[in-house]
């Protein structure tokens, strides 16, 4: 990965909604073999998909809260169910199995307060192996995700 390479990145991760004609203008290609740049990174992996940012309080899901799991039993077939049926939580909007303690962060977005009390009574304390749940409520955002750092060059 060169330089122009490391700058398409940074473009995009920007600003994902740029024309190709307007990104190869910043990055100093021409059209086409930024293109090529592009869709070969999106080729490599590198670039892994496009998707627009959303206000969570807009669409009925700003409350969000970290719960950190500690799990009682870590066998592989109760590792498994739980990652299975956490991904299919639409509330959990981001998991995490971690090493040590606590071993998974999630990411919960609902409505409000009382909305995250019926998710965590009726759902989350519901889900396989469990020894511990903690709830860690957001108290203000400080930094939202920027996307990865490029590097220079």
Do not use: W
Not at 20 to 41: F, I, K, M, Y
Not at 71 to 87: C, P, W
Not at 122 to 128: E, G, H, R
């Amino acid at each position: 990965m060169d330089r122009i390479d490391r700058s398409i990145l940074r473009e995009l991760q920007r600003d994902g909604r740029l024309s190709n004609t307007e990104l190869a203008d910043r990055v100093g290609l021409s059209p086409s073999p930024c293109l090529r740049r592009v869709r070969r990174l999106e080729r490599e992996g590198v670039i892994r998909g496009y998707r627009a940012r959303l206000d969570g309080a807009a669409l009925g899901r700003g409350f969000q809260t970290f719960v950190t799991v500690v799990m009682a039993r870590e066998d592989r077939a109760t590792i498994a169910e739980f990652e299975r049926r956490v991904a299919e939580l639409p509330e959990v909007v981001e998991a995490h199995r971690l090493f040590g303690d606590p071993d998974f962060l999630l990411r919960v977005a609902t409505a409000d307060l009382a909305a995250f009390e019926r998710f965590y009574t009726a759902t989350l304390s519901d889900l396989p192996g469990l020894a511990q749940l903690t709830s860690h409520l957001t108290m203000k955002e400080i930094k939202p995700d920027t996307g990865l750092p490029i590097g220079r060059g």
